[in-house]
């Protein structure tokens, strides 16, 4: 049974930095055209956050997070990393990994969740004014 299994949550002050990691067993993390991070704020609804391409390490930001996250995976550590700077009040979530898209590269590239197969159970991220 593939499992997903997020670490690296947190509790920080605004402008602070968090790394988040997503180690995948009995899923090798080349699998798929994609893995993803997405967010899920109370009341609200769970939106992505950054993709990374498996094939050629193409990555993509949703606009609010550009410029401060960095989404990046080790193959060797069958590991996927999501690296969070400059961490803003509205970033507060719990962050889940996603993987399994099949679909195809295309739709793989975009941050619509039901491509995924596979979530993580999620890690808590809070970020104080």
């Known amino acids: 049974q593939v499992q997903l299994v997020e670490s690296g949550g947190g509790s920080v002050q605004a402008g602070g930095s968090l790394r988040l990691s997503c180690v995948a067993s009995?899923?090798?993390?080349?699998?798929?055209?994609?893995m993803a991070w997405f967010r899920q704020a109370p009341g609200k609804e769970r939106e992505g956050v950054a993709i990374?391409?498996?094939?050629?390490?193409?990555?993509y930001y949703v606009d609010s997070v550009k410029g401060r996250f960095t989404i990046s995976q080790d193959n060797a550590k069958n590991t996927l990393y999501l690296q969070m700077s400059s961490l803003k009040p509205d970033d507060t979530a719990m962050y889940y990994c996603?993987?399994?898209?099949?679909?195809?590269?295309?739709?793989?590239?975009?941050?619509?969740?039901?491509?995924?197969?596979?979530w993580g159970q999620g890690t808590q991220v809070t970020v104080s004014s």
């Open positions: 009995r899923y090798p993390i080349g699998s798929g055209y994609s």
């Open positions: 996603a993987a399994g898209c099949w679909a195809s590269r295309s739709f793989c590239s975009t941050f619509d969740k039901s491509h995924f197969v596979y």
């Open positions: 990374f391409l498996t094939a050629d390490g193409i990555t």
